[in-house]
């Protein structure tokens, strides 16, 4: 279970793990909040792009049976998900191997922390699955987002165009560094 920390505002690791087809309605929710939250915060992201026509719930049920889709939980809620792919076409080297792709990464917007904790998961996860690389895109006029994933390490490494999105592609070496070991 995932543990909030009122201090800190920070939701801790922990319930972390495969969603199942019982949470795509809980997942249509949560992408509705967090498209809800981008209009009221004026950012230009899915809001803007039919982000939930490209991507409807039958989509969401694919990527669960393929076991992509990782979901967070606070009791018995669906707090964040995303899909970890070991593909991704946007990418030109999007099937080199070396690199899990981060696709879908949303959480409640009332719990503050958890993408990053969401993100340092898939960190983990990747190491633990022997990639170099967290590979993830955003787009391209969203310059708070851009800080953001800057800030948590993810650089700049092209750019991809997808109908009506224009992404920033972005990555993070996830293995230890010669001076850290």
Not at 28 to 33: A, C, F, G, K, N
Not at 80 to 101: E, Q, T
Not at 120 to 134: D, I, N, T, V
Request: charged fraction near 25%; charge should be negative.
């Amino acid at each position: 279970m995932l543990l909030h920390n009122a201090e800190t505002e920070m939701y801790l690791p922990g319930a972390i793990g495969p969603a199942r087809e019982e949470d795509v309605p809980a997942i249509m929710d949560l992408l509705q909040r967090r498209i809800d939250w981008m209009d009221e915060k004026g950012l230009y992201q899915w809001n803007k792009t039919g982000y939930l026509t490209c991507y409807p719930p039958e989509h969401f049920r694919r990527l669960i049976r393929e076991e992509v889709v990782l979901a967070a939980r606070e009791t018995d809620r669906l707090t964040g998900i995303m899909a970890l792919l070991s593909r991704d076409p946007r990418w030109p080297n999007g099937n080199d191997g070396k690199a899990f792709y981060v696709h879908h990464l949303a959480t409640d917007p009332a719990c503050p922390g958890l993408g990053k904790e969401m993100l340092s998961y898939a960190e983990s996860y990747a190491r633990q699955h022997g990639k170099p690389f967290l590979r993830l895109d955003s787009q391209k006029v969203n310059d708070a987002l851009s800080r953001y994933y800057e800030a948590l390490g993810y650089f700049p490494a092209g750019e991809c165009v997808d109908g009506a999105y224009v992404g920033i592609l972005r990555e993070k070496s996830v293995l230890p560094s010669a001076s850290s070991i």
